[in-house]
């Protein structure tokens, strides 16, 4: 008779705060949250749009409450987090391989942060003129 | 006499008499290029010789002696105590595994993986002896290398949390040894390889945490392996659409 009796552990369900690097994880994840939430508020800004102006303009006003100040700066915050880990990452699912040698990991995220002021200057062009 | 000690805790399990695992404390003695698995070499022959724990080569290629130190995946031969003295340091079997005993996990889901990902050669067209040898360029052999440097030690399977959530998922190092051969240019079998890859159980269980490759003892980056394979399944699902089979 056997005497075998393997033993299996229970996942707490804090697993992901006993160790930083899971927690880290899980706020890059978690982001996306705060992000939906931000790109809500802006289709909701173009609702009132449609609506008329003094429906947009009470939609500019309701943006001006401490409250909507900080959960625009929270997204922002997360949204910067989130970019930067990402494009720390990047080089791992990009395979560019170039006169026999695999593109160096710095030379991908570069390429990235590069992409990343361009679209930023461009969208700031569309804003402003 | 003032010989240094080392306080270690290890989580025993024998399940002919124990319910659960409880932890145990040892004290050792201490020298600066002592290992973990040396330690408990020292307990095992001179404290508790019960205890139960599975090693072989003594320098990171067998892959036998992962063990969770102090809550990260390790190799015990390739982990040194005087990265913790004088502070405890606390030992318990690979995460995400069933406790066989003490420190030893019942690896069978991992090994089944393994197998199942068709890790050999797959010739497109299979050549006659006369016909001579696969030949390989340095820069083909390049593509797949570092993903075959695994030596099946299960440490990425303990780091991850997707694995540990759900155990249908293929994992690390199946899914970076597929990468291996779907990226040998000897290798004809990647249509084949291409539906495991493809399921929710395969690359697509990854949420790309990393820890994976974080704790690699051999620098596999199994995480890059998975995103590349993403791509792959990608790619395929977009031909699948207007050329399917």
């Not at chain 1, 890059?28 to 790109?39: A, C, H, N, Q």
Request: proline share 5%.
């Amino acid at each position: 008779m056997t005497k075998r009796k393997p033993y299996k552990r229970e996942l707490p369900t804090d697993w992901w705060l006993k160790h930083a690097f899971y927690t880290k994880y899980m706020i890059r994840e978690g982001s996306s949250v705060l992000i939906t939430l931000y790109s809500l508020i802006l289709a909701w800004g173009v609702l009132r749009l449609s609506q008329g102006e003094a429906a947009f303009n009470g939609w500019l006003e309701a943006l001006q409450s401490p409250f909507s100040i900080f959960i625009h700066l929270l997204a922002l915050a997360l949204a910067l987090y989130h970019t930067i880990t990402w494009f720390s990452l990047a080089p791992k699912a990009v395979d560019l391989w170039l006169k026999g040698k695999r593109l160096e990991d710095k030379v991908i995220v570069a390429g990235h942060y590069g992409a990343f002021a361009v679209v930023t200057v461009f969208c700031l062009l569309i804003i402003t003129l | 006499m003032s010989e240094l000690m080392i306080e270690i805790d290890v989580l025993r399990y024998r399940p002919e008499m124990d319910e659960k695992p409880f932890t145990q404390m040892f004290e050792v003695p201490y020298t600066p290029d002592m290992s973990i698995l040396e330690a408990l070499q020292y307990i095992k022959d001179h404290l508790d010789s019960t205890i139960s724990f599975r090693w072989s080569c003594r320098m990171a290629i067998c892959g036998s002696c992962g063990m969770m130190v102090n809550g990260v995946p390790k190799l015990g031969c390739k982990a040194f105590l005087r990265d913790y003295y004088p502070k405890k340091v606390s030992l318990e079997p690979l995460a995400n595994f069933p406790i066989e005993r003490d420190l030893v996990v019942v690896m069978d889901d991992f090994i089944k993986k393994l197998e199942e990902v068709k890790p050999y050669i797959i010739p497109e067209k299979e050549k006659c002896l006369s016909e001579g040898t696969y030949q390989q360029t340095p820069e083909q052999m390049a593509k797949f290398k570092q993903f075959s440097m695994c030596i099946n030690c299960g440490l990425c399977y303990a780091a991850c949390p997707q694995y540990a959530l759900d155990n249908k998922f293929t994992g690390p190092a199946a899914l970076a040894l597929l990468a291996r051969y779907n990226r040998d240019s000897r290798d004809g079998g990647e249509a084949q390889r291409m539906k495991i890859v493809n399921q929710e159980e395969g690359v697509w269980g990854c949420t790309f945490v990393g820890y994976c490759s974080v704790v690699c003892p051999k620098d596999v980056d199994p995480a890059a392996a998975i995103q590349l394979l993403k791509v792959e399944s990608s790619k395929d699902y977009l031909i699948g659409m207007f050329k399917p089979e």
